[in-house]
């Protein structure tokens, strides 16, 4: 398997459209939403412990997820958001190494990561990242940071 690059991205890579694509075939439409609201600037990932992070296997996009301020939380309380990985690269590791990096970036401001999911995979995979299942209100799981 080739190297994968995860970095923080400042602007919506042009690929993030095939990405899209695929995530709403299969369902989900918070790429769409990603989109929409990068581009209406209602949220571009960059206040304060904000970022957005893509990665990247030989300069194709094939994964994507940020971290924003929980706006149903207190203040030191971070958001996992956004997360999708091309399903040709699921198994490999890639969402791990994506929420790893982006746990590592919310732990330098945020004391807790939330988020929310609705699949049983999602429930799976964040148990496997970490995450606790949380009854809190608007998370279904939580991650305490040290």
């Given at each position: ?6 970095q923080?991205?400042?602007?919506l ?10 995530a709403?075939a299969?369902g ?14 209602i ?12 990665a ?21 309380t ?14 490999q590791?890639v969402?791990?190494l994506l ?8 732990s330098?401001?945020?004391?807790v ?6 699949t049983?995979?999602?429930?799976a995979?964040?148990?496997r ?5 949380s ?11 040290g």
């Amino acid at each position: 398997m080739r190297q994968i690059q995860i970095q923080q991205i400042l602007h919506l890579p042009v690929q993030i459209a095939a990405l899209e694509r695929e995530a709403v075939a299969e369902g989900f439409r918070f790429l769409t939403r990603l989109i929409e609201e990068w581009h209406s600037g209602i949220n571009r990932f960059d206040a304060p412990g904000e970022c957005l992070m893509a990665a990247y296997q030989s300069d194709n996009l094939i994964g994507i997820g940020g971290i924003n301020v929980d706006p149903y939380a207190p203040t030191e309380t971070g958001r996992l958001r956004r997360l999708y990985v091309a399903a040709s690269k699921r198994g490999q590791h890639v969402g791990q190494l994506l929420v790893a990096t982006l746990v590592e970036r919310a732990s330098q401001q945020f004391n807790v990561l939330r988020l929310s999911t609705d699949t049983p995979e999602g429930d799976a995979f964040y148990l496997r990242c970490g995450f606790q299942r949380s009854n809190e209100d608007r998370a279904t799981h939580v991650m305490h940071l040290g």
